[in-house]
């Protein structure tokens, strides 16, 4: 008979989060990966679990979670919200709103499924039932973002009970296992800024939300963790303009492979779940390097002359560096991630991204216009890239954890004549770690002038976000 029953589990991860029991065979999994414990005093949380038989060998594991943004954002030149010029937006939005599920049917092999929808605002995420633009903020779209099965080759203990120095895990579906860098990767939930940035070059053209379809391993020798994918990239058909820049047009049906290996210094990380921790509130010692790719042939398309269309192979190599330590006595922390990425995506390839975006082009402005409209701005193309991320936890002195945090991300891409900085700025108010947090963070975005390709102004975002996660 199923019970339904609440556990104390050790330290938890960020996305997902799954631990045993001391009556579990000593082939099932220890856990899912790792997140800073709910508080300062109890290492152990509680956890929603249905156990499927007597030993609690089999069981399934639910995690939900809700992140709600308020924000303020001064638009780029040319934007048009509720059909009006306005260089000022104001509103509130569901940033994720997921659930997820995984089902450990035996001691090798498991499903995952992780479900839910993102980013609706007042006018985008949902179906356009309303009168123009003002009505497509209404039923969002509720997805699958990770189904997958898994199988363990070789698992995290043996027969004995003690922990194997190689470990290996097959599986195949919708997911998440991606390569070249850990901000490809990222959690969404027990992140240091608000959000994950950049985002992935090819996400939502050739994936699905940073998912595509393949098969995967992953596992660890000794302090090397690997995973490595072939995938089958989502379908895309742009037609490149006469002369213009590549666009995403993969008509040849080519796999994409992936891989990334990182090499743990410090305590070893737990990665049985794709999405990796950006911040550990300094409950853990980890210090690693990792590198990583990904491939795919004829993936873009240009137009030359009329009717003369060449492909052009995505090819994006990334080396990363990842730091989180405790300081002193007292549980305060430094975290801090560095990257760096070069892409290949063909001669001049650019794409804009307007976050949730607020904003709508202007048809009728005739001023100096931005490459894109709301608070869109660069965030991929043909060149490379760094990423740098810190923040400081302070003491554990207060009821409410503090953490300060900066990001900068600096790139520099062929189809624009200047290399263009984001900033970030902000404070992680901590009220039960990452389960229950608020956050306020600032950011400053370039603006590209659509003709000459250079900076002529720039944008400032506020956002204060919420987070409930168990």
């Known amino acids: 008979m199923m019970k339904i029953k609440c556990i104390i589990n050790t330290a938890h991860l960020g996305m997902i989060i799954l631990t045993l029991t001391q009556t579990t065979k000593a082939q099932d999994r220890v856990q899912l990966s790792d997140m800073p414990p709910i508080n300062n005093e109890a290492k152990n949380v509680n956890e929603l679990r249905i156990d499927l038989n007597n030993d609690k060998s089999q069981y399934i594991r639910f995690m939900f979670w809700n992140q709600v943004w308020v924000r303020h954002n001064e638009n780029n030149p040319g934007t048009i919200v509720n059909n ?14 997921r659930g997820l599920a995984m089902f450990n049917l035996s001691p090798r092999y498991r499903m995952l499924i992780h479900a839910g929808m993102n980013n609706q605002s007042f006018n985008s995420g949902g179906l356009n039932t309303g009168t123009g633009p003002n009505g497509a903020g209404r039923r969002p779209q509720f997805y699958v973002h990770d189904a997958y099965n898994e199988y363990s080759l070789v698992p995290e203990k043996n027969n004995n009970g003690e922990l194997n120095e190689f470990t290996l895990v097959l599986g195949a579906g919708l997911h998440a296992w991606n390569g070249v860098s850990r901000l490809y ?3 969404t939930v027990a992140s240091l800024t608000l959000d994950a940035m950049p985002a992935p070059a090819i996400i939502d053209q050739t994936d699905q ?5 393949g098969v995967f391993t992953h596992g660890r020798w000794n302090d090397i963790a690997f995973r490595f994918a072939i995938n089958k990239p989502f379908a895309a058909d742009l037609v490149a303009e006469v002369g213009g820049p590549a666009v995403d047009n993969n008509r040849d049906g080519n796999f994409s492979y992936s891989g990334y290996v990182t090499y743990n210094f410090l305590e070893r990380e737990r990665q049985e779940y794709s999405a990796f921790v950006q911040n550990y509130l300094g409950s853990k010692k980890i210090f690693n390097i990792g590198a990583g790719f990904y491939n795919a042939a004829n993936a873009t398309q240009t ?9 052009h192979s995505i090819s994006i190599v990334g080396v990363d560096a990842f730091l989180d330590l405790p300081i002193g006595r007292r549980g305060a922390a430094i975290t801090s991630y560095v990257s760096y990425t070069n892409s290949k995506l063909g001669p001049n390839y650019l794409r804009n991204l307007g976050l949730i975006n607020p904003g709508l082009e ?3 402005f005739t001023g100096q216009r931005e490459l894109g409209f709301g608070n869109s701005q660069i965030f991929a193309g043909t060149g490379d890239f760094w990423y740098l991320q810190a923040g400081y ?3 554990n002195f207060l009821p409410i954890r503090l953490q300060p945090f ?6 520099n891409f062929e189809a624009v004549n200047e290399r263009g900085n984001s900033y970030q700025a902000g404070m992680n108010f901590l009220i039960d770690n990452h389960r229950t947090k608020i956050v306020f963070q600032y950011e400053n975005r370039p603006m590209f002038d659509n003709e000459t390709k250079y900076i002529f102004r ?8 919420f987070q409930i996660f168990f």
């Open 362 to 364: 202007d048809p009728s």
């Open 185 to 187: 990767s990222s959690t």
């Open 303 to 311: 137009q030359p002359t009329v009717g003369n269309f060449e492909n």
């Open 209 to 213: 939300f940073g998912r595509q379809l």
């Open 393 to 395: 936890l302070f003491p």
């Open 406 to 411: 900066a990001s900068i991300y600096s790139r």
């Open 84 to 97: 009006k010029p306005e260089r000022f937006s104001t509103d509130v939005i569901l940033r994720r709103t």
């Open 458 to 465: 720039r944008g400032s975002e506020y956002v204060l976000g």
